[in-house]
T-cell receptor, first 112, second 115 residues
Framework: DQQVKQNSPSLSVQEGRISILNCDYT??????FLWYKKYPAEGPTFLIS?????DKNEDGRFTVFLNKSAKHLSLHIVPSQPGDSAVYFC???????????FGKGTSLLVTP | DVKVTQSSRYLVKRTGEKVFLECVQD?????MFWYRQDPGLGLRLIYF???????EKGDIPEGYSVSREKKERFSLILESASTNQTSMYLC??????????????FGPGTRLTVL
């Protein structure tokens, strides 16, 4: 059963605007949430993470928001750039565990 | 920088062949993972290993086996390749599960086509 869900397979945003990628999870035991970015024919690369004790983490143009009561997190990219066009995977884990639980990904297209 | 390398970027094999996918990491990570990525299905965990000679099944282990004889190397084996194993295979590594966020570092992937 999918514990991490990304319900939007794709998103298209104009350059300079905000991109908001959403992720829902079902396991209240998750301790950390991570976002990965993946270009075609490359491996995913780590983008940003957030601990379950925080509700916001910011790194440059990227901000992740966590709403524990709703079991929801979102990644905001401001301003969006054409180079941000990629597939974004949401992932979650428990500190006591080994493996990450990944969502199915959202393909972001930033148009000029 | 952590480096995870995979032996081949592209591989074409025939149905029934035995296929070996190799992965090497250079950061002395305890954990290593094999995923496959398919359109609309995201990353699915095949097997992982938390120590030399230790292995655990992931979500979709059927048709695969793994080998970890040395800490830095984790091999994925397709005993008898089938067309439904055509996919992008991704290897990853991470520190033992006390790292701040258990970030996994991925290799570039191997695009396997089984004819």
């Amino acid at each position: 059963d999918q514990q991490v869900k990304q319900n939007s397979p794709s998103l298209s945003v104009q350059e300079g605007r905000i991109s908001i990628l959403n992720c829902d999870y079902t396991n209240s035991m998750f301790d950390y949430f991570l976002w990965y970015k993946k270009y075609p024919a490359e491996g995913p690369t780590f983008l940003i993470s957030i601990s379950s004790i925080k509700d916001k983490n910011e790194d440059g143009r990227f901000t992740v928001f966590l709403n524990k009561s709703a079991k929801h997190l979102s990644l905001h990219i401001v301003p969006s750039q054409p180079g941000d066009s990629a597939v974004y995977f949401c992932a979650a884990n428990q500190l006591s565990g080994y493996a990450l639980n990944f969502g199915k990904g959202t393909s972001l297209l930033v148009t000029p | 920088d952590v480096k995870v390398t995979q032996s081949s970027r592209y591989l074409v094999k025939r149905t029934g062949e035995k296929v070996f996918l190799e992965c090497v990491q250079d950061m002395d990570h305890e954990n290593m993972f094999w995923y496959r990525q398919d359109p609309g299905l995201g990353l699915r965990l095949i097997y992982f290993s938390y120590d030399v000679k230790m292995k655990e099944k992931g979500d979709i282990p059927e048709g695969y086996s793994v080998s970890r004889e040395k800490k830095e190397r984790f091999s994925l084996i397709l005993e008898s390749a089938s067309t439904n194993q055509t996919s992008m295979y991704l290897c990853a590594s991470s520190l033992i599960g006390l790292a701040e966020n258990n970030e996994q570092f991925f290799g570039p992937g191997t695009r396997l086509t089984v004819l």
